[in-house]
């Protein structure tokens, strides 16, 4: 991958002094596109920002659990990518916790089950999941 080139904006300076009146308007808009995309490649990308798809963390108590799809493409893909118990002391899993889920018909995403946990309204968790669209 190449490196992200040192120059961020260009000034009416470097143009002849004819033109320096009027090339100030046309650089303000490019200069601001140039900064915002170098500051994004430039290890600024997020995965809330930057996919179609939600980074989202819900308490589960029971299941199903479900919440508001936000996005305009149907869910393709969820991953479970943090499991923590709300309250009490954490145990550590002895396998990845898989969901099993489903995108309803009202807009939602519905997490069906959560492979080796059996969540409770006094035993409950903090889940947080990738959600993406394809």
Request: hydrophobic share 40%; glycine share 6%; with cysteine.
């Amino acid at each position: 991958m190449a490196r992200l080139p040192s120059i961020k904006r260009i000034v009416a300076e470097d143009f002849p002094s004819e033109v320096q009146k009027w090339v100030g308007k046309l650089l303000q808009p490019l200069n601001s596109f140039f900064e915002s995309t170098h500051a994004a490649l430039g290890k600024g990308l997020t995965v809330a920002d930057n996919f179609d798809g939600m980074l989202k963390t819900v308490e589960v108590s029971g299941f199903p659990t479900k919440f508001k799809w936000e996005r305009r493409s149907p869910p393709k893909a969820l991953w479970v990518v943090q499991c923590r118990e709300s309250q009490g002391v954490h145990t550590n899993f002895t396998s990845a916790p898989y969901a099993d889920w489903e995108f309803t018909q009202d807009g939602q995403v519905s997490i069906l089950a959560l492979t080796g946990l059996s969540p409770t309204a006094s035993n409950k968790y903090q889940v947080t999941v990738i959600v993406m669209a394809g």
